[in-house]
C-alpha cells in the first residue's frame, strides 16, 4: 500500500489525481492518509522555509498501518541536501532508496503550473513516481519519458505524461513481487 500525506496544504483532487496515478503505474493500493504537520526539526535556519530532506524523512510522523506499506509527502517548502562536488542541486523530492519513504516538494515547478490543474496533476505525479521508485532501488534511467528520469534534465520537463519506460516497470514489479514474497 503507497499512503499519500500531506504536509501543507493541497487540494483534495491533485491528491486524488496523485493516487490514481500510482496506483496505475506500480498497481498497489493507493490512498491519500490526511495531513500531518511538517517536522519543525527538519526545519533549517538558513535559508528560511527550506527543510533538511534526510532529517524530514527521519522525523515526520507516520501513518503507517503494515510493515511494508510505503509513505509519500506532498509539500511546498524547499528541501535541502548537503552540497556535492558540483555544488547544490535542485531538490524535487527526496526518497530513502530501498527504504520506506519519500517527499515530493512542489517548490520547484515551473511557475506557469497551477494548482488543481491537469498540468499540474501530472507534473505532481511524475515526480511521485520517480520517488516511490527510489524506494524500490530505482536508480535514475536515461530515457527522458520515463519518470525516473532525473527531474533537472531537459527531458523530464518535455515529457509530461507520468509513466515508466519498459525496462524501469519491470524492474518495479520484480521489486514488488520480491517485497511481497
Same mark, same amino acid.
Not at 14 to 18: K, M, N, R
Not at 79 to 87: K, M, Q
Not at 166 to 175: D, I, L, V, W
Given at each position: @500500500?503507497?499512503?499519500?500525506?500531506?504536509?501543507?496544504?493541497?487540494?483534495?483532487e491533485?491528491?486524488?489525481?496523485?493516487c490514481?496515478?500510482?496506483?496505475?503505474?506500480?498497481?498497489?493500493? #493507493?490512498?491519500? $492518509? =490526511?495531513?500531518?504537520?511538517? /517536522?519543525?526539526?527538519?526545519?533549517?535556519?538558513?535559508? *528560511?522555509?527550506?527543510?533538511?530532506?534526510? %532529517? %524530514?524523512?527521519?522525523?515526520?510522523?507516520?501513518?503507517?498501518?503494515? $510493515?511494508d506499506?510505503?509513505?509519500?509527502? %506532498? @509539500?511546498?517548502?524547499?528541501?535541502?541536501? /548537503? &552540497?556535492?562536488?558540483? =555544488?547544490?542541486?535542485?531538490?524535487?523530492g527526496?526518497?530513502? @532508496?530501498?527504504?520506506?519513504?519519500a517527499?515530493?516538494?512542489?517548490?520547484?515547478?515551473?511557475?506557469?503550473?497551477? +494548482?488543481?490543474?491537469?498540468?499540474?496533476?501530472?507534473? %505532481?505525479?511524475?515526480?511521485?513516481?520517480? +520517488?516511490? =521508485?527510489? #524506494?524500490?532501488?530505482?536508480?535514475?534511467? /536515461?530515457e /527522458?519519458?520515463? *519518470?525516473?528520469?532525473?527531474?533537472?534534465?531537459?527531458?523530464? &520537463?518535455?515529457?509530461?505524461?507520468?509513466?515508466?519506460?519498459?525496462?524501469?516497470?519491470?524492474?518495479? &514489479?520484480?521489486?514488488?513481487?520480491?517485497?511481497a514474497?
Open positions: @500500500m503507497i499512503r499519500v500525506v500531506t504536509l501543507e496544504p493541497f487540494l483534495p491533485d491528491v486524488g489525481a496523485v490514481s496515478l500510482l496506483y496505475q503505474t506500480y498497481g498497489l493500493g #493507493t490512498e491519500p $492518509a =490526511g495531513s500531518l504537520p511538517l /517536522p519543525e526539526e527538519a526545519e533549517r535556519k538558513k535559508p *528560511a522555509g527550506t527543510y533538511d530532506a534526510e %532529517l %524530514l524523512l527521519l522525523e515526520a510522523e507516520s501513518v503507517k498501518l503494515v $510493515a506499506d510505503k509513505l509519500l509527502y %506532498l @509539500m511546498k517548502s524547499k528541501l535541502y541536501v /548537503p &552540497e556535492g562536488p558540483l =555544488g547544490s542541486p535542485p531538490i524535487h527526496h526518497a530513502q @532508496m530501498g527504504g520506506q519513504r517527499v515530493v516538494t512542489t517548490a520547484l515547478f515551473p511557475k506557469k503550473l497551477r +494548482e488543481g490543474t491537469e498540468e499540474f496533476r501530472m507534473r %505532481l505525479a511524475k515526480q511521485a513516481i520517480r +520517488e516511490i =521508485g527510489r #524506494t524500490w532501488d530505482l536508480r535514475s534511467c /536515461p /527522458p519519458k520515463c *519518470a525516473m528520469h532525473p527531474p533537472w534534465a531537459e527531458g523530464f &520537463e518535455t515529457h509530461t505524461t507520468p509513466m515508466l519506460c519498459n525496462f524501469c516497470r519491470e524492474r518495479s &514489479e520484480e521489486r514488488i513481487r520480491l517485497a514474497t
